[in-house]
């Protein structure tokens, strides 16, 4: 369920509690420039199955650090981050046993859990969990019955993208419905990320009374696709994007001069000497977490332990590292910064400290509003439904 937050955003842990945690885990992290790890490993090795997002790939080179730091092989197969599909297939297919860890967009933790497709992770097996940053791990939607289902491995909030050689400084995503800029503006072809944009937007505005821009109720939902909907049939956007390199390419080629959109989406734009910005938006942003599941298929090949120790080395600081510098994506906690403090030849601990900083900056300038995106709000099948209408409108 998204909520809003307002929180100061500091390490849960001092750096002599880091290096005790990094004690008690025994596994991640190796602070005197080693090679190998000197906490456990596993015995002849053993091979673990991820289902996930591409979001969570550190690809071969970074697994790899993994087997050298504990014995483990993943071997990863990306899941098309298309929510409906994943969920369908732990469900009613045989991804939930076929594989032992998963890795997906927050929300569909209750339902997997329902279903008896996923375990609740044990965090006292995971003494770096300790170390994430307290309002990441309040996320409301990781937990079920109490018990913490999914691990907010990769969290970011997300807004818009514009171009301010063509339409000034945006700060309101009133631009995207602007009809000075009609034709100009775009969003992207999924509700999971339209609908609460636009949500927001009438709601902070007082257009709409909304309660939950994450989770609308069918009142609520009706007001915000009708808005939608009526912008569409005036031409206001110029298109539904999907995909990264469209979207990529509508900003790139200046089809499109403000659209909501994923921030890797400007940096690869500046790399291409594209002049573009990432809003900070007086509404407040839309909130996600690409979260860690435990699938039922660990626990019946006896993986378990092995699956917790794989959870503790993501938390403990090269796995943080390797991501941001891939993707401008944060582990949610201060393990990276303090593993490239350590690590300097590996990674640039001036980087990592910009992007660690960007993500809790979201969190902690103008309002601190965020509004978590949910895969699966309660009328989720309504919301399908709508976003249909929307496409043939």
Known sequence: MAQRYRSNIDSNSSRR?????????????????????N??????????????????????????RLKRDLGITLKFEDNGNDTGPVITKMIAGNAATEYDLGGLQGGAERELAEAGKILP???E????????????????????????????????????????????????????????????????????NSVIFTAIFLKENALQKIIDPGDLTEDELGGVME???????????????????QGLNLIVTREVHVMTGWEPIVLAARKGGVNAKYAVPKE?????SNDLLLHVGAKERGLE?????FANWELGGYYGCALATKRGYVVPADTSVEYAEHQPNEFDVNEQKQISQNVQNKFQKMKGQVYWQNVRPKNYRSYEEWWSRLRTA
């Not at 005790?20 to 885990?25: C, D, E, H, S």
């Not at 309002?135 to 818009?160: C, E, H, R």
């Not at 332990?305 to 120790?309: I, V």
Request: glycine share 12%.
């Open 125 to 192: 097996k995971i003494p770096n969990w300790k170390s994430v940053w307290e309002w990441a791990s309040a996320i409301p939607y990781t937990k079920w019955q109490g018990k913490q289902y999914g691990l907010p491995v990769v969290i970011n909030a997300d807004s818009m993208i514009y171009l301010p050689d063509l339409v000034g400084e945006i700060d309101t995503y009133a631009a995207v419905f602007d009809p000075k800029l009609k034709g100009k503006t775009a969003m992207e072809d999924a509700w999971i």
């Open 227 to 245: 808005f939608l909907i009526k912008k569409k049939k005036e031409g206001q956007f110029r298109t539904f994007w999907n995909g990264w390199e």
């Open 39 to 64: 906490g456990p490993k596993v015995s002849g090795g053993k091979e673990l199955r991820f289902y996930g997002t591409g979001t969570l790939d550190i690809e071969e080179a970074g697994w790899e």
């Open 17 to 37: 509690e880091f290096l005790t945690l990094l004690g008690l885990a025994g596994v991640g992290l190796c602070l005197q420039g080693c090679n190998a790890c």
């Open 284 to 288: 407040g942003y839309e909130g996600w």
């Open 121 to 123: 992770w044990d965090l």
């Open 305 to 309: 332990e092995l699956a917790h120790m």
